[in-house]
C-alpha cells in the first residue's frame, strides 16, 4: 500500500491521464508512479484548464484504486440475490459460463439481453468502444442513455443546432455572469476559477437555484426560485427585456428565426405571473432583467453596453418535467441582447458537440447487420425489468450487463428497480471496481480496471480540448479493461470479425481520426480543438435554419409546440396537500453521482445521509437539527438526519446524493421518492420534480 501522500522519490515518473469522471471540467491528471506503484495524483499545471488542481474527490486516486475493498478477482453468487456473497471464480469459467448463457437467451431472441451503461467512465473506448461492437454483432436491446442530460441537449439542439456555447475560458472577460442551477463550486471547480477572474475584474455574479449553495454564498445575488420553474423566469426575463427595449434588433433580423411569435409568448409573463409561478419576488425578476438588458449590444456596440453576460447554466434545472423548454428559452437569452456578439457573452451548458468523434468507427453499428434491435430507456429500468413480454415490449429481459453504471443506486424509483434487479430469472453481469448497490445483485460481477491501468482517450463536455490518458500502472489483482473483458466475451460467443481484434491504443487513434493529432495527444495529454472564439458572432448556428431557432420546425413537425413555454412540473409545488414539499437531490460535496461514496475519507467528510430542511418548515413538524427524519410519498419511504440551515428555501428540502443504499439508515437512498416520469424533451430523469412529506422518526 502507498502512503497517501508521499514525496514524489528520485525514481518516481509521472504519466499523463485524463480524469474519467462525469464532470465538466475533464482534467488532465498526472500520476506518479514509483516502483510500479502509484502514489499521487495530481492536476497537470501544464494544461491551461485544469491550471495544476484536482477537486478534493480525485485527488484521493490512489486511495480509491488501492482501496482494501476493490474486487480483484472475478465473482460468482453463492447467496440470494442481492444478498451480496459471492465466491470467487476463475476468468475461465465466468467468462464460458456467462457465454453459454448469453448464447442460449439469443437462440431465442438477443433483444432480451440488456446492456446498460452510463458516465461511470466518460472515456470514449472504455465507455462504449469494444461494448457497442459486442452488443451490436449480438443484437442486443438498444438503451436508450437518458439518466442526466439528456433533455438540456434536445434543449440545445434544437436552439443552437447542438451542444454548443461560447469557450469556458472567456467567461473571465464577462461582466455579468449568470450561474443557471449550478453549484459550480462542488461540479465545475475549473469554471469557477474563470467567474471568479471576472468576479475579480468587476463582474457581477447571479446564482439562480433552488439551493443557497456554496456558489450563491460567493454570488453577489442569489435566486432561490422554485424547483422546475427556471422557463417561467426565463420567459419574463424576455418580457421585461421586450417592455424596456433592451434588445439587440439587429442580430434579432439577422440571426433568429421566429422572433415575432416568441416575443407575443414572453408578453404573457409579466414579472408578478412569473414570481407567483416561481416563488420568488416581482422586483428580483426585474433586476435580473435589468441587469442582463444593461449588457445589449447593438450592432455598432459589439461588447454590450455595460459588458458582455454570459450564462452558465448545468443540468440540475433540466431534471423536471420541463427541462427541454427551459433549456430552450434559457438558451434564447443571449441573442435577444446580441451577447453572442462578443467572445465572452453567451451561453454554456455543453461543449460537447464541438467535438468530431467517430463513433461509427468505434462502436460498429454496422454490424447490425440491418436487424433493428428494440431501445430501452435506461430512466425506466425500474419498469422494463418488470414488464412480462408482450407484442409492444417484446421478450421480458432476461439478461443484464452492466458496466460504467450503478442503476440500483442511481435510477429513480428504487422501489421498482430493486424489485426487477432481484429477480431469480434475470441473469446480471457486473463489470466494476467495486460491490456496488448493484454488483449485490449480480450473477456475475468483473473486476474491471480503473483510469490508472488503461488507455482511454476523452472529450469534454465544459471546454474544447481532447486528452489522452495512458495507463499509469499494471492492472490490479485479475482486474482487466472493459475492452478486453468484450473482447474476450466475444471470442467466446463465436464472434470472429477482426474488429473484435482491435487494441485499445487502436481504439484510442481511431475515436477522432484526423480530427485531432494523435501524436500531440501522446505527447501532452491534450489538444485544443480549432474553434473561432465568438462561434456564433454572425449566426452561423448549426441548426437547419442556420439561426438561432426561437421557432423549431423540427419539434413543430414532431407534433409539439415549435416555440418553448414554462412546462410546469409533473408534481409541482403546492399541487398536493399530503405532499407538500417539493424534495431536489444535488450531489453531496464529496461524491461524483454513486462514485467516491465507498471512499473512507470522503464519506467521513460527508458524514452521512442528509436532508436540509428550512426551520419554518421543520418548526411545523416538530423536527429538531440533526434528528432522524422518514422522508415519505406514495413511492416510498427514506430516513436520513435531517439538517435545518439556510441553504433550503421554505417549501423545498434537498436530499444529498447519491449516497450507496448500503450505507444509508434503512437500505435506502433518495431515489426511494423519485420517479420514472419523463421529461419534456429527451425522454429524460425527473429527479428534482418530486413532491414529499417530512416527519420526524
Ligand atoms: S471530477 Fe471534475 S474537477 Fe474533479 S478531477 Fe475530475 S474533471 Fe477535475
Not at 126 to 140: C, D, P, S, V
Not at 383 to 393: Q, T, V
Not at 559 to 578: F, Q, R, T, W
Request: hydrophobic letters at 40%; aromatic letters at 8%.
Amino acid at each position: 500500500m502507498p502512503h497517501s501522500n508521499p514525496r514524489p522519490g528520485p525514481q518516481s515518473i509521472q504519466i499523463i491521464g485524463a480524469c474519467p469522471h462525469d464532470c465538466p471540467d475533464t482534467c488532465s491528471m498526472l500520476t506518479t508512479v514509483e516502483n510500479g506503484l502509484a502514489v499521487k495524483v495530481q492536476g497537470n499545471p501544464n494544461h491551461p484548464h485544469t491550471d495544476g488542481a484536482l477537486c478534493a474527490k480525485v485527488s484521493r486516486y490512489t486511495e480509491r484504486t488501492y482501496h482494501p475493498e476493490r474486487t480483484l478477482q472475478p465473482m460468482k453468487r453463492v447467496g440470494t440475490k442481492g444478498s451480496g456473497q459471492f465466491e470467487p471464480v476463475s476468468w475461465d469459467e465466468a467468462l464460458g459460463d456467462i457465454a453459454n448463457r448469453l448464447k442460449a437467451i439469443a437462440a431465442q431472441d438477443p433483444q432480451a439481453i440488456q446492456p446498460y451503461s452510463y458516465a461511470g467512465t466518460m472515456g470514449l473506448v472504455q465507455g462504449e468502444g469494444m461494448a457497442g461492437r459486442f452488443f451490436n454483432k449480438l443484437g442486443a436491446s438498444m438503451l436508450e442513455r437518458t439518466i442526466c442530460a439528456s433533455a438540456g441537449g434536445a434543449g440545445l439542439v434544437h436552439t443552437l443546432g447542438a451542444k454548443v456555447g461560447m469557450r469556458v475560458e472567456f467567461f473571465a472577460e464577462a461582466k455579468l455572469i449568470i450561474i443557471w442551477g449550478s453549484n459550480s463550486i462542488t461540479s465545475n471547480l475549473h469554471f469557477w476559477r474563470y467567474a471568479n477572474q471576472a468576479k475579480r475584474g468587476g463582474a457581477k455574479l447571479i446564482c439562480i437555484d433552488p439551493r443557497k449553495s456554496e456558489t450563491a454564498d460567493k454570488c453577489h445575488a442569489h435566486i432561490a426560485l422554485l424547483p422546475g420553474t427556471d422557463g417561467a423566469l426565463a420567459l419574463s426575463i424576455m418580457q421585461q427585456l421586450v417592455v424596456n427595449d433592451r434588445l439587440d434588433h439587429d442580430y434579432l433580423a439577422r440571426y433568429t428565426l421566429g422572433w415575432a411569435q416568441l416575443r407575443e409568448r414572453a408578453l404573457q409573463w409579466p414579472p408578478e405571473r412569473a414570481a407567483a409561478v416561481c416563488g420568488i419576488e416581482a422586483a428580483q425578476i426585474e433586476a435580473l432583467a435589468r441587469d442582463y438588458g444593461a449588457c445589449a449590444a447593438s450592432a455598432s456596440q459589439s461588447t454590450g453596453a455595460q459588458g458582455p453576460a454570459a450564462i452558465r447554466m448545468n443540468y440540475g434545472l433540466q431534471r423536471v418535467h420541463g427541462g427541454g423548454n427551459a433549456v430552450r428559452l434559457i438558451a434564447m437569452l443571449p441573442a435577444l441582447i446580441g451577447a453572442w456578439r462578443h467572445r465572452a457573452g453567451g451561453v454554456l451548458l455543453s461543449s460537447s458537440g464541438a467535438f468530431a468523434v467517430q463513433r461509427a468507427k468505434l462502436e460498429r453499428p454496422d454490424l447490425l447487420a440491418g436487424r433493428t434491435p428494440r431501445t430501452i430507456n435506461m430512466t425506466t429500468i425500474g419498469n422494463d425489468l418488470l414488464r412480462p413480454a408482450s407484442p409492444e415490449f417484446g421478450p421480458k429481459v432476461a439478461a443484464l450487463i452492466v458496466y460504467n453504471s450503478n442503476p440500483v443506486a442511481i435510477a429513480p424509483d428504487s422501489a421498482k428497480v430493486v424489485a426487477g434487479f432481484a429477480r431469480e430469472d434475470l441473469f446480471t453481469v457486473v463489470l466494476e471496481h467495486f460491490q456496488t448497490d448493484t454488483a449485490d445483485y449480480a450473477d456475475y460481477i468483473l473486476p474491471a480496471t480503473t483510469q490508472l491501468e488503461h488507455w482511454d482517450v476523452h472529450s469534454s463536455y465544459g471546454h474544447t480540448d481532447a486528452l489522452l490518458n495512458r495507463p499509469a500502472i499494471a492492472p490490479l489483482g485479475q482486474a482487466k479493461p472493459n475492452t478486453q473483458i468484450f473482447r474476450e466475451l466475444a471470442a467466446r460467443m463465436g464472434f470472429d470479425e477482426p474488429c473484435f481484434q482491435d487494441t485499445d491504443e487502436a481504439l484510442c487513434r481511431l475515436a477522432y481520426g484526423d480530427a485531432v493529432d494523435f501524436n500531440a495527444l501522446l505527447e501532452k495529454g491534450f489538444v485544443t480543438l480549432p474553434m473561432p472564439e465568438a462561434p456564433f458572432a454572425q449566426g452561423n448556428f448549426p441548426t437547419p435554419s442556420g439561426q438561432c431557432e426561437f421557432f423549431s420546425q423540427r419539434l413543430a413537425d414532431r407534433g409539439l409546440d415549435g416555440l418553448p413555454d414554462h412546462v410546469p412540473n409533473h408534481e409541482a409545488a403546492h399541487s398536493s396537500k399530503a405532499y407538500p414539499l417539493a424534495m431536489i437531490s444535488p450531489p453531496a460535496r464529496n461524491f461524483l453521482n454513486s462514485t467516491f461514496v465507498n471512499v473512507t475519507s470522503l464519506r467521513n467528510s460527508e458524514g452521512e445521509p442528509l436532508l436540509e430542511m428550512h426551520p419554518v418548515n421543520a418548526a411545523a413538524r416538530q423536527i429538531q437539527d440533526g434528528s432522524t427524519v422518514r422522508v415519505f410519498n406514495a413511492r416510498g419511504e427514506h430516513r436520513c438526519r435531517v439538517s435545518l440551515n439556510h441553504r433550503a428555501r421554505v417549501g423545498v428540502v434537498h436530499g444529498l446524493g447519491v449516497w450507496w443504499r448500503k450505507f444509508g439508515l434503512d437500505g435506502t437512498n433518495v431515489n426511494q421518492l423519485t420517479s420514472q416520469a419523463l421529461t419534456d424533451l429527451g425522454n429524460g430523469p425527473t429527479f428534482y420534480d418530486c413532491l414529499v412529506e417530512v416527519q420526524a422518526a
